[in-house]
């Protein structure tokens, strides 16, 4: 495969969507990308009956200016009269440029599944089916499990299959702290190509984009420029002008994305192959020792582009719904208090972590519950401008400052999805304890969602019940107070959160029945869990599935499975030292083979509610085209 930069050549209109997220009967949103600020005109039908045709106002279209040739549309269209559930709707986008209307439909016929004339999506409020994934690296060495969702699409026009209702993303939709040397060059020529804007901060001596893209230590040394080890203190303190360093803490952060239109040109080449096609990987000034590794990442790298035709088709035909987890903004993400304090109070490290954020706002975020981010949306015509962000360090400060990244659906059941990065339970006794995912003010707010729920899918980027040996693992490595060695972010490891959490679940007023979906962990597992108290009908399952474009390295992951195992059998008196010995956990063994009990492997998971109530069918379908189901067979006593 081979790839052209000319800069005379014209930029397609399109450069990234339309993405499907948040529908309800009474509200369509989109996300797409363009060259231009085009006015759009929006066509919608049912049976061939016309629902919609007309341009959309500035209301319900609002353009955000990233680049002289780059312009996000965060689309919002109300309905009065409801939309019809659980059938095909079809649309259409018509750019208007200079008189000249061009639709989507007939510039990208790849666009379409066999037969289809137009785009379209099911609005569903019973859920039955739905998938779920998170951990997309696009190195890693596997098909892209993204790829899947366009399957089971293509497969429901051919057959009897239903559509699930969404595409849940748990976490790492990106990856702004692990960058291919290839990718970074795209993502560098793109910035040109869309003339996107370079930006200034304080606290370092490279002290603007521009010095760092030219810098020699741009490519594959980038971490020379993140301290987190001692080896290279002396460069670390000629770097940053102040006493106090920030912490970085990603084994993989040679390539580390710095500045606002660094993440955002990640995100249009992740979602689509359109900028792709304008990019050379040969103009790049990579240095001698690097250039084996940036060749072997090209060749994975452009087996992810011939994969992205797919997963654009995909996201263009099922609502996307996504929440932040730590590789999204940088590894361990407010691990600690002590990280916080330390990434927080230094403005270059703050800039950075405040730019993938703004990134995760414009391109995720939002599109989950616009109408919760109506008040910060109005603000960004003082923010965005042509010449760049205007008051890049505010913008930082609000969303560092902004609370409502969580959100639920309406939908029966209701999915609650957590917010378990931003409101932490923070140690007072040591600033080296992992913090709680969730404080208590946000568990409190959690039970009031909760309440007289018959049942819930709650999204949790991190497994709430999770593997006991890898989490006593992790709690060794946090006793000596090295959790960032071990990643020491689960549930159980901050007591606080732990006994709120299990409370919450205790509670009779509560859901009895819960279906908790986690990703993070880079491996799939499913545990039905019972609690043994008062309301014996209680009923968990615990759905994690990991990764869509990553895997566990395989040797460790099959010796620490072996070693849960024999040490946490039904009857081990280590169970008596666990959070969860008032339970029960029935382990799903994948495909039922051999004894593992978990899967490693890359994919996305599906769910499906069957007529009996109170069966959950969890599976993984593979990358590689095949099916992991989990069985209910074995069962383990904590």
């Given at each position: 495969m ?37 006015p ?6 049912h ?30 269209i ?6 019809p ?12 440029d200079?008189?000249v ?28 089916t ?14 892209d ?64 984009s ?93 087996d ?36 916080e ?12 972590i405040g ?29 965005f ?40 339970w923070r ?10 995912l ?13 309440i007289?729920?018959?049942k ?28 960032l060695m ?13 006994n ?77 030292f ?48 095949n ?12």
């Amino acid at each position: 495969m081979k790839f052209i930069i000319n800069k005379l050549s014209t930029l397609p209109a399109l450069l990234s969507g339309p993405i499907i997220r948040h529908v309800e009967a009474n509200q369509l949103t989109f996300w797409l990308a363009t060259s231009k600020p085009f006015p759009l005109t929006f066509k919608l039908f049912h049976d061939n009956v016309s629902l919609f045709d007309r341009a959309l106002t500035s209301q319900e279209q609002q353009i955000i200016t990233i680049g002289q040739q780059a312009f996000i549309h965060l689309i919002a269209i109300d309905f009065d009269q409801p939309l019809p559930y659980q059938t095909l709707l079809h649309y259409d986008f018509e750019f208007n440029d200079d008189g000249v209307a061009q639709s989507i439909s007939e510039q990208l016929p790849e666009f379409l599944y066999q037969d289809e004339k137009l785009p379209n999506f099911i609005i569903t409020r019973d859920i039955n089916t739905m998938l779920h994934g998170s951990c997309r690296k696009p190195h890693f060495d596997s098909t892209d499990g993204l790829q899947q969702v366009d399957n089971v699409i293509a497969n429901s026009f051919e057959g009897d299959d239903e559509r699930p209702a969404m595409l849940m993303m748990s976490g790492d939709q990106i990856y702004a702290d692990d960058v291919a040397g290839p990718t970074l060059v795209a993502i560098h020529q793109v910035i040109e190509l869309l003339g996107l804007y370079h930006e200034s901060w304080q606290g370092a001596v490279v002290n603007d984009s521009d010095g760092l893209f030219n810098s020699e230590l741009c490519y594959y040394q980038r971490d020379q420029l993140l301290p987190y080890t001692k080896a290279n203190k002396a460069l670390y303190e000629s770097f940053f002008a102040a006493s106090k360093k920030p912490i970085f803490t990603s084994v993989n952060s040679k390539n580390h994305l710095v500045t606002f239109s660094e993440n955002i040109a990640m995100y249009l080449l992740v979602w689509s192959p359109q900028l792709w096609q304008l990019v050379d990987f040969s103009k790049a000034k990579i240095p001698v020792e690097y250039q084996t590794q940036y060749q072997q990442e090209q060749v994975i790298i452009e087996d992810f582009i011939r994969g992205l035709p797919k997963v654009r088709r995909a996201l263009a035909h099922i609502p996307s719904y996504m929440i932040f987890d730590d590789h999204d903004i940088t590894d361990d993400w407010n691990l600690t208090r002590g990280w916080e304090e330390a990434a927080y109070g230094h403005p270059f490290s703050k800039r950075i972590i405040g730019n993938s954020l703004i990134s995760y706002w414009l391109c995720q975020g939002w599109g989950n519950a616009p109408k919760k981010f109506t008040t910060l949306n109005e603000q960004c015509d003082n923010f965005f401008t042509d010449k760049g962000i205007n008051q890049h360090s505010e913008l930082v400060e609000k969303l560092l400052d902004w609370q409502q990244w969580h959100y639920s659906l309406a939908t029966t059941p209701k999915v609650v999805v957590l917010d378990t990065r931003t409101q932490r339970w923070r140690s007072e006794s040591r600033a080296s304890k992992p913090s709680g995912l969730m404080d208590w003010e946000a568990l409190s707010e959690l039970q009031q969602e909760l309440i007289n729920e018959p049942k819930v899918i709650l999204v949790s980027p991190a497994p709430i019940y999770g593997v006991k040996m890898i989490e006593t693992i992790q709690r060794i490595f946090t006793f000596f107070g090295q959790p960032l060695m071990v990643d020491a972010e689960n549930w159980m490891a901050h007591s606080g959160t732990a006994n709120v959490m299990l409370n919450i679940f205790r509670h009779v007023k509560t859901p009895p029945e819960f279906i908790i979906l986690s990703g993070d962990v880079h491996y799939s597992f499913v545990y039905d869990v019972t609690h043994r108290f008062q309301r014996s009908n209680s009923k968990i399952v615990q759905i994690t599935c990991s990764g869509i474009k990553n895997q566990f390295p395989a040797k460790l992951l099959s010796w620490l499975d072996t070693l849960n195992r024999y040490l946490y059998a039904p009857y081990s008196p280590l169970n008596w030292f666990t959070k969860r010995r008032s339970m029960k956990i029935r382990v799903r063994k994948p495909n039922d083979v051999d004894d593992n009990t978990l899967y490693n492997g890359s994919g996305i998971g599906l769910i499906t509610l069957t007529d009996d109530e109170h069966i959950v069918q969890a599976s993984v379908i593979c990358a590689d085209n095949n099916t992991v189901n989990f069985h209910a067979k074995d069962e383990l006593a904590e």
